[in-house]
């Protein structure tokens, strides 16, 4: 079974409130990289028409990677209130 596969097992509980929280004027000031864009193995991290970084939080796997790799602080990041994220099932 390849992760493509493994990852489509998972199951998700939507929050209404986001866990990923973006500081646009840091985001816009200082980041030059936009690692975020690359580094999120869910690929939530996307640019808006103005081209600002948006998140769909909806699909997080929680590992935390958008956060290590955002050198300027622009992310605030916390797992999903309790009950509600990502729930791995593992076939």
């Avoid at 998972?10 to 985001?27: A, G, L, M, P, S």
């Avoid at 797992?79 to 990502?86: E, F, I, Q």
Wanted: aromatic content about 8%; hydrophobic content about 35%.
């Amino acid at each position: 079974m390849n992760i493509e596969a493994k990852l489509g097992l998972n199951v998700f509980k939507i929050d209404d409130q986001t866990h990923i929280v973006i500081d646009h004027e840091v985001c816009q000031r200082a980041c030059r990289l936009r690692s975020c864009l690359t580094v999120c193995p869910a690929h939530l991290y996307t640019l808006d028409p103005q081209g600002r970084i948006q998140a769909d939080f909806e699909g997080c796997l929680e590992c935390g990677t958008c956060l290590i790799a955002c050198r300027e602080g622009a992310l605030k990041w916390i797992y999903p209130r309790a009950g509600h994220g990502v729930q791995y099932r593992f076939g």
